[in-house]
């Protein structure tokens, strides 16, 4: 099997200059683990993940126990971290080297890459253009469909 058969074709994007409050705001609406960055041109430049979010010091926040992105989110204006995150850009957190693969790579090469760099999801590359995001989720689902099949041939 093979990337293309099983990427998600539709994702949400980001731009490298939207404010980082913006990525994390479309990080939860539409519960992708990251977020590819693409320029004005339609060019990859990036990804932001949840762990760009979670792993970062230049935010300067030490976040308190429990689900910290509802903290940061919060609806009071005062919060240090809201006030320091408004002016960040997404290009200022972003991973600039994604971690990609073409749309021909096998499920068995994309699981690789994924456990060399220790991450949930790969870019689906077509031409050297983002064509997908395939991910643990996605893999599972056509591992499912997979053994149903076996299964029902079965005599």
Request: hydrophobic share 45%; with cysteine; net charge negative.
């Amino acid at each position: 099997m093979k990337a293309a058969e099983i990427m998600r074709t539709w994702f949400a994007i980001v731009k490298p200059s939207a404010p980082l409050l913006d990525a994390i705001h479309l990080l939860l609406e539409t519960n992708q683990r990251g977020l590819p960055v693409l320029d004005d041109e339609g060019t990859l430049v990036g990804i932001i993940s949840e762990g760009d979010f979670l792993h970062r010091r230049e935010l300067g926040v030490d976040y308190p126990e429990g689900f910290w992105l509802e903290w940061l989110l919060g609806k009071d204006e005062g919060q240090l971290a809201r006030e320091r995150t408004r002016g960040l850009r997404v290009d200022a957190v972003m991973s600039r080297h994604p971690v990609c693969v073409d749309e021909n790579a096998t499920i068995e090469a994309v699981v690789k890459e994924m456990d060399i760099y220790q991450i949930s999801q790969v870019l689906v590359l077509r031409n050297k253009k983002l064509a997908g995001i395939l991910g643990r989720t996605q893999m599972l689902v056509a591992l499912e469909q997979h053994l149903r099949c076996a299964e029902g041939s079965r005599p």
